[in-house]
C-alpha cells in the first residue's frame, strides 16, 4: 500500500466497514487505510523510532485485518482504538525482536522492560481463551459446505471470489454460504461467558 500523504480521509463506520471486509471487499480495506493508516505509523514510530520499520508494522496491521477482518468486533470499541492498539503490540514485537538480534551491540534489557506490554490481562485471557473454544465448536458444527468457505475466508486468507474458484462453485454460492455461516457463528458467539461468574464471584 501507498502512503496517503499527511491527510487522512474520514473515518469510515466502523459497523457497515467490517461487514464489507468480511464479505472480501477491497474498497473498504482502502478507506481503513486511507483513514487511519497515518494513525497506525504514528503509534508503531513512537515505539520503535524507526519510520522504516513504522512502515513494515503498519503493513502487517492492515494484511492481518484483511486476512481476519473478524477478529475485530464494533461492538467492543472502535476500529481506530483496535487499530492504535495492534499497531503498539506489532511495533513492540519488533523491538524484541531487535533487541535480540543485536548480540553485538549488547542491548539493555532493562530498557526492553520498561516497554509498556500492550497484552491482555488475566480475565481477557481467560475470556479469549474461552471464545477461542466457542468458535471452534461452533466452526465444528457448521455444514460442511460453509466449514469450508469459512475456512478458506478466514484461515486461509482468501476472498470469497477466491474461494469460489478453489471449491468450484458459482461466486454467489460462496457468498450465501459464507453469510450464512457467519449468521450461524454471531449466534452462537454473541454471548460468550462471563468468567468472573463462571467463577462464582
Same mark, same amino acid.
Given at each position: ?37 497515518? @494513525?497506525?505509523? =504514528?503509534? *508503531? !514510530?513512537?515505539?520503535? /523510532? %524507526?519510520? $522504516?520499520?513504522?512502515?513494515?508494522? +503498519? ?26 492498539? @495492534?499497531?503498539? =503490540?506489532? *511495533? !513492540?514485537?519488533?523491538? /524484541? %525482536?531487535? $533487541?535480540?538480534?543485536?548480540?553485538? +551491540? ?26 477461542? @473454544?466457542?468458535?471452534?465448536? *461452533? ?63
Amino acid at each position: 500500500m501507498e502512503s496517503t500523504g499527511g491527510t487522512s480521509a474520514p473515518p469510515p463506520a466502523d459497523a457497515e466497514v467490517h461487514r464489507r471486509l468480511v464479505y472480501g471487499d477491497e474498497s473498504a480495506l482502502a478507506e481503513v487505510y486511507a483513514a487511519y493508516g497515518g @494513525l497506525v505509523r =504514528r503509534v *508503531a !514510530v513512537r515505539v520503535t /523510532r %524507526s519510520p $522504516a520499520a513504522a512502515e513494515d508494522v +503498519a503493513q502487517e496491521v492492515f494484511a492481518y485485518l484483511w486476512s481476519r477482518p473478524y477478529t475485530f468486533d464494533a461492538n467492543r470499541g472502535s476500529l481506530r482504538t483496535w487499530l492504535s492498539v @495492534l499497531a503498539h =503490540r506489532r *511495533a !513492540v514485537d519488533w523491538v /524484541r %525482536s531487535e $533487541a535480540r538480534h543485536r548480540k553485538d +551491540a549488547g542491548a539493555d534489557d532493562s530498557a526492553l522492560q520498561a516497554i509498556p506490554d500492550a497484552g491482555p490481562g488475566p480475565d481477557e485471557t481467560v475470556v479469549d481463551r474461552e471464545r477461542s @473454544l466457542l468458535l471452534h465448536t *461452533a466452526l465444528a458444527e457448521l455444514p460442511q459446505p460453509q466449514r469450508e468457505v469459512v475456512h478458506l475466508a478466514y484461515f486461509a486468507g482468501r476472498t470469497y471470489r477466491q474461494a469460489a474458484v478453489e471449491l468450484g462453485i458459482p461466486e454467489g454460492t460462496a457468498k450465501t454460504r459464507l453469510r450464512s455461516a457467519l449468521r450461524s457463528l454471531a449466534e452462537t458467539l454473541a454471548d460468550p461467558p462471563d468468567p468472573a461468574l463462571e467463577r462464582g464471584a
